[in-house]
């Protein structure tokens, strides 16, 4: 069974940047498509950046030249570094491999872009 713990969320102003991590247990992470998906009140749950085990990254438009998405499987650890936020960034940021696996959702981490 993997558990995926998220950290790193806060409150950030606009144009600030913060530092999301996913702690993963579990030997068979390293074989995973792993994404970060986000979630704003009241909105569905959207994929916006992904990472194969290889290291080949994907990002929505929305977020493209602003995140970056990597990985250390050695750690079994996904980060996601966020530059340049803005208030619609404001959401809780999960980790999940994809496709997603329900019982792999975690608590999430609050990320709120606000002046």
């Known amino acids: 069974q993997v558990q995926l713990v998220e950290s790193g969320g806060g409150l950030v102003q606009p144009g600030g940047s913060l530092r999301l991590s996913c702690a993963a247990s579990?030997?068979?992470?390293?074989?995973?498509?792993m994404g970060w998906y986000r979630q704003a009140p009241g909105k569905q749950r959207d994929l916006v950046a992904s990472?194969?085990?290889?290291?080949?990254?994907n990002y929505a438009d929305s977020v493209k030249g602003r995140f970056t998405i990597s990985r250390d499987n050695a750690k079994n650890t996904v980060y996601l570094q966020m530059n340049s936020l803005k208030p619609e960034d404001t959401a809780v940021y999960y980790c999940n491999k994809i496709p997603p696996s329900t019982t792999y959702w975690g608590q999430g981490t609050q990320v709120t872009v606000s002046s």
């Open positions: 990472i194969t085990s290889g290291g080949r990254t």
């Open positions: 579990g030997s068979i992470f390293s074989m995973y498509t």
